[in-house]
């Protein structure tokens, strides 16, 4: 029987970071969920789909082909309609179209079948913000990791500083902030911490107090 590890929380807790590390230190896949629902807002935004008009969302979901590859050096990547997008994914353009797409219906269901039966047969981590409330609520291992606004503001502007955006602190933060309410306002699988999730605060904790939080839980849940 597989194991599955969900790890939810809100944009810029450094799920990503510590998912891939927890991932690869126990052997387990890791699935970016979110890099699925950003390759879509790829897709619409490419494509000038109009995401307020549910129909052509609808149809363009039925065009929408995605699988996840690896690199030599192990690194996940995302392949749109045999494109390799990975690149093109981090943007904040992208990751404002990917808070709104995913919560259309056909964006959701396009990706949920993919990801249950992939749980269903490997080891699988999978981080997100709906996995241990609605994508695997049977995971065995659920951990629901935070961080403050400004904590998460503070990392997302220093990432952005690298790769020469102009964005300031301050407006990251407000962008943050409305990423939260419409995560966790949103009518389909909003936001929220599963009640037997472990809740993991990563303000004050370094990437490896975290990932050993984390697998100190699951050494503990495999007892």
């Known amino acids: 029987m597989s194991f599955n590890i969900a790890i939810d929380g809100p944009a810029g807790a450094g799920k990503s970071t510590i998912a891939k590390r927890v991932s690869k230190e126990l052997g387990f896949i890791y699935v970016d969920t979110g890099a699925m629902y950003r390759a879509i807002a790829v897709y619409m935004m490419q494509n000038q789909i109009d995401i307020h008009d549910d129909a052509a969302v609808q149809k363009a979901c039925s065009k929408i082909s995605i699988s996840i590859a690896y690199s030599d050096d192990g690194e996940q990547q995302v392949i749109l309609n045999g494109e390799n997008v990975t690149g093109l994914i981090r943007t904040e353009e992208v990751s404002k179209m990917a808070s709104v797409t995913s919560a259309n219906p056909a964006v959701r269901a396009t990706l949920l079948d993919l990801q249950r039966d992939l749980a269903a047969k490997e080891d699988v981590l999978m981080d997100g913000r709906d996995i241990g409330t609605n994508i695997l609520p049977h995971a065995q291992l659920k951990i629901y990791l935070t961080a403050s606004v400004e904590t998460r503001a503070k990392r997302r ?36 911490q599963a009640e037997d999730a472990i809740l993991v605060d990563s303000s004050d ?15 503990e849940v495999k007892q």
């Open 205 to 219: 904790l370094s990437i490896d107090e975290v990932v050993e939080r984390i697998k100190e839980c699951y050494r």
């Open 157 to 192: 502007f220093l990432e952005q500083q690298e790769k020469g955006d102009t964005h300031t602190l301050e407006e990251i933060e407000e962008e943050i902030r409305d990423r939260d309410q419409r995560d966790m306002s949103r009518e389909i699988a909003p936001l929220r």
